[in-house]
């Protein structure tokens, strides 16, 4: 009797699940599937749904392809960059922010305000910001111009010039996030460690270090796992600063790639999106396992 009443029990979870599963199983893992088997498909035609054979050329092509590898390491470097620095400045501004007593939430909400903004509406604003017009240079001209620089065409000029406006909108845009998450959670940090390092006369950075830095690990890890998700998927920012254009600009990422390869002017090829979607699913894949492996050394649970 026992073994029926655990049976009922366990099929009317399983019915709860079922919304859920069917969810997930039709819009994720179908998909998922669906992609893969298409990046195998060479010469596939999206209007006949038919294709010539089956291979890795697709993989071959797409690896092979300038704007993809530009692509490549556009999105490399947009990660490499913006992901610890991003951290690293919440990190510190969260830290100041805890230890403000009076208008604590007032300064939370400023910093917020960013991440509840439009995407492209901040965009827009960085691009008049840096971008250089036929009435003017741009703010940021300006001021550099007025400690004595030169004037530098932050959209349209150099790689370096473009690549900078990038990273520094991206750590705009995904820090207030992370202050949010990172100021919660040293709310939640037990004040009795606090007042017993104290009572020993423990410096502050030793503090920050020994007790701060651990009792948050797992936060800090959180963020840095979905900051490497969120910088490998970054298209909209890119489109919001240089245009739809990112090949001509040399500013796509791979996100952006596959999009150019569904819908844009080279479209038309949803194999070799696949094969770019894939890659790009296990070149995430891989750093979020190695993040994982990390984390069982480095973060305290």
């Not at 199983?25 to 209007?47: H, K, Q, R, T, W």
């Not at 294709?51 to 993809?68: C, E, M, R």
């Not at 349209?156 to 473009?162: N, R, S």
């Amino acid at each position: 009797m026992i073994k029926n009443k655990l049976t009922a029990g366990s099929l009317k979870g399983w019915l709860y699940l079922l919304p859920a599963i069917l969810f997930l199983g039709v819009f994720m893992v179908y998909p998922l599937i669906d992609v893969f088997v298409y990046s195998f498909e060479e010469g596939y035609n999206s209007a006949s749904q038919t294709y010539f054979g089956v291979g890795s050329y697709n993989y071959a092509y797409v690896l092979h392809d300038p704007y993809f590898l530009q692509a490549l390491k556009n999105t490399f470097i947009l990660v490499v960059i913006t992901v610890p620095l991003s951290t690293a400045a919440a990190l510190l501004i969260s830290v100041g922010l805890h230890s403000i007593g009076p208008l604590r939430e007032f300064f939370r909400t400023v910093f917020f305000l960013p991440y509840v903004t439009n995407t492209l509406a901040v965009g827009l604003v960085f691009m008049i910001l840096f971008k250089k017009t036929a009435y003017s240079d741009g703010l940021i001209n300006l001021l550099i111009m007025w400690f004595g620089g030169g004037s530098v065409d932050f959209i349209d000029g150099p790689y370096w010039a473009k690549m900078f406006v990038l990273c520094f909108y991206t750590v705009w845009v995904v820090m207030p996030f992370k202050i949010l998450i990172l100021t919660s959670a040293l709310s939640n940090v037990n004040q009795e460690y606090y007042n017993a390092a104290r009572v020993d006369g423990t410096s502050k950075f030793r503090i920050f270090m020994r007790i701060t830095l651990p009792m948050i690990s797992p936060m800090i890890f959180y963020l840095v796992v979905t900051g490497f998700i969120g910088a490998f998927k970054a298209y909209s920012d890119v489109v919001a600063l240089f245009g739809t254009d990112l090949n001509a600009a040399g500013m796509n990422t791979i996100v952006g790639y596959v999009y150019d390869m569904l819908y844009g002017d080279s479209g038309g090829y949803p194999s070799y999106a696949s094969a770019a979607a894939v890659i790009l699913f296990a070149i995430v894949l891989t750093i979020t396992c190695i993040n994982l492996l990390v984390s069982k050394k480095k973060v305290s649970y």
